[in-house]
């Protein structure tokens, strides 16, 4: 029991994660960015963002760590 529902756990995270990065594109972000690694890079250049809003939901430094996360697999 304990497997399907780690199973359905990792399912449903990258649901979201896929969705994350639709919404991106579609709103001109880059190809295979998630939103949040997208704000994280707005903030960076001191344009308007939601990070405070996604780090207040998701969890302190959740932007960075997936702007950093996109930044180094990008690079591969």
Do not use: P
């Not at 449903?12 to 969705?19: D, F, G, P, Q, V």
């Amino acid at each position: 029991m304990m497997t399907v529902l780690t199973g359905l756990a990792t399912y449903l995270l990258r649901i979201l994660t896929a969705l994350s990065v639709l919404l991106n594109v579609i709103l001109g972000g880059c190809l295979n960015q998630t939103f949040s690694a997208r704000n994280w890079e707005r903030k960076r250049k001191g344009k308007t963002n939601l990070v405070w809003l996604i780090d207040a939901i998701l969890g302190k430094d959740h932007c960075v760590m997936s702007w950093t996360y996109w930044k180094t697999r990008r690079d591969w």
